[in-house]
């Protein structure tokens, strides 16, 4: 690869001169997950709670073409503002690079970027998956082939609770992609912190959680770990209440006809409306809660 398309923050640059934990943040949650100011907020607080843990916080953006590792709060604020800034998954790192472009990574594209540059636990709010009716429309999110493929641990709430949950778990299994609730052994469905289904494994200590990823990867076991740490009991929403105004949203995005990589951020943004604003606050305390979980698990990975 060349090395001229990853461009280190000097945070960054000194915690890999210094064998420090490192943990990848995605940025659309920055560009197209949440309003502006909550979203330069959020970004920031989990880059501190990421350092109070003991490791280095590395958000990761494609601006003017480079692959940035780390960003600076000018770019944070870039991000957050511009409305010039892709939504960048697999298929759009080539040409977004190419021509000198903003793109914010997607899970996909922030596993990509973070192996690449030799980063192994990614911390985000949670995963893209089979969507519903995907067996007709063939909506699937490209994190999932993905994590199938690129060997980076991903801490999250879960998969998102838009999706098909089941037929998510299905895939992953298909893929051997192991899902480990953290202190759980039902699947979180982001905003709340059950579903109807089973995790494959648990684990309670990020010790063991580390013994895990770092054993799959020495077996020569290619691909991701999906890490579930629930939301925390206090910020959890009442499962059949956020189900109903998740079925609005879905029949609404339906009926506008919008679909593909547009379909998570209308969902999301639908779903704060109908919930006041609480399914914001949601979403912000489970993604400081998986930093609080990934950066002690990266701690104890980067002993290994």
């Not at 979403?283 to 990975?301: C, D, Y």
Request: some cysteine.
């Amino acid at each position: 690869m060349k090395t001229e398309w990853l461009e280190y923050s000097s945070e960054v640059l000194e915690a890999k001169k210094n064998n420090k934990a490192i943990v990848a943040l995605e940025s659309t949650i920055i560009s197209h997950g949440m309003p502006y100011p909550q979203n330069v907020e959020t970004a920031k607080e989990v880059e501190d709670i990421i350092r109070k843990n003991g490791a280095v916080p590395a958000t990761i953006a494609i601006i003017d073409g480079k692959i940035k590792i780390g960003l600076s709060d000018d770019e944070i604020e870039f991000l957050a503002k511009s409305n010039d800034i892709e939504k960048a998954s697999r298929r759009d790192l080539p040409y977004l690079i190419a021509n000198k472009k903003n793109g914010a990574t997607t899970v996909a594209a922030t596993m990509i970027c973070a192996e690449l540059a030799g980063i192994e636990v990614f911390v985000t709010g949670g995963i893209g998956g089979v969507h519903r009716e995907a067996e007709r429309t063939m909506d699937i999110s490209a994190d999932l082939q993905e994590l199938a493929q690129t060997s980076v641990a991903v801490v999250c709430a879960g998969a998102k609770s838009i999706l098909d949950i089941g037929l998510t778990l299905e895939y992953l299994e298909t893929f051997g992609v192991p899902v480990v609730g953290y202190g759980t052994e039902t699947l979180p469905a982001f905003y709340t912190r059950t579903s109807q289904f089973n995790v494959n494994f648990t684990v309670d200590k990020p010790q063991l959680a580390a013994d895990m990823i770092r054993t799959k990867w020495e077996l020569g076991l290619k691909g991701g770990v999906v890490i579930a740490n629930p939301i925390p009991e206090n910020d959890a929403m009442e499962e059949s209440y956020i189900t109903n105004i998740i079925e609005t949203a879905l029949n609404e995005a339906k009926e506008n006809g919008i679909s593909g990589k547009n379909v998570t951020p209308f969902l999301l943004s639908k779903v704060k409306e109908l919930t006041e604003g609480t399914s914001l606050t949601a979403n912000i305390a489970l993604v400081k809660n998986n930093a609080e979980v990934g950066s002690r698990i990266a701690v104890e990975l980067n002993k290994k």
